[in-house]
């Protein structure tokens, strides 16, 4: 039997790991009261099992430690469980009684403690264009825990459909697990087989998850996914170049990308960082009209075009890195204004395009600044 099909046949065995434990996950749920009741921002009309990510933790644990002991190094995958396993503790307990967003950043940085000291994955420099290479000595640390940090919270925002998080998880994963196969060192290939074993883990629970759901991901998985996330993405930055530091950002545009907006719309509205509100991405599509499953798939083709945007990105020189960035944001903030992300009247863009491209347009906007200084 050769490597890639005795590969295939454990990722395959990792799926039905995780369709087998998806089921007793979600009985435990309802056991021990970790649940989601209907209510004003909830999208659920019944009373839903969450904790989900608990099945896939499960899964990828038993996939990295016991079903592909002979190719992931126990030294590598054992500390990144035990951080995993601070995450999805975390979770559970706020699946089960709500923990103050304070709690939760504590056992997001307690996780982001035990990969950075114990499994050595790290920032360690950085290099850019003109410059050459530079240091982050004492920097490391606190640029390593704000990436976890933010990238962890950010797939956590956007759990807020049947299989979204899950789905765009899928999809972000399968690019890092690409560009991981064909960029890093084949003395890491584990990295690339790690990947896989937590995309299989994922793919086994998503036919639960995906609408109509029998179980939700819950703070337990939302929490897991986004740690996972950041800390794979970390291993391709451990000496980051400019390109090698935006590729992952590009990769995992959706959930950033919604998290950024969330940020400047509720400073604009004045309203503290850290209150919920119902303007998240997949919020706005369902109030212009998509349904559940149309909303859940329109953010998936989003994520598939950052992804291969991504892709891509890896693979250009300087110049067309940087005119790609460049057409990815305006791109970016043009539908960003369509949807009224930000707010209904917040279209700075539209507004300029307008401006620029419709004569009746410049001349409303002058006599309204006429009558307005008279």
Known sequence: MTPMIKIILKLLLTILVSLCITPLVRKFAFAIGAVDKPGERRINTTVMPTMGGLAIFLSFAISTMIIFYDFIPFSYILPIIIGAGIIVLTGIIDDVS???????LVGIIAAACIVYFFADIKMSSFSLP??????LGWLSFPMTIIWITAITNAINLIDGLDGLASGVSIISLS???IIAYFFIHSSSFYITITIFALIASIVGFFPYNFQPAKIFLGDTGALFLGF???????????NITLISLITPVIILGVPIADTIYAIIRRIANNKPISEADKMHLHHRLIDLGFSHRGAVITIYGLAAVF???GIIFSYANALGAVLLAFFLAVCLELFVELIGLVGPERQPLIKILKYLGNKSYREKQRKKKSEHNK
């Open 98 to 104: 709500e923990l103050s967003p304070k709690a939760k």
């Open 130 to 135: 003109f410059i050459g290479n530079i240091s």
């Open 175 to 177: 690019t890092m697990g």
């Open 228 to 238: 996972m996330i950041s800390v794979i993405s970390l291993q391709g930055l451990k």
């Open 307 to 309: 992804s291969l945007t």
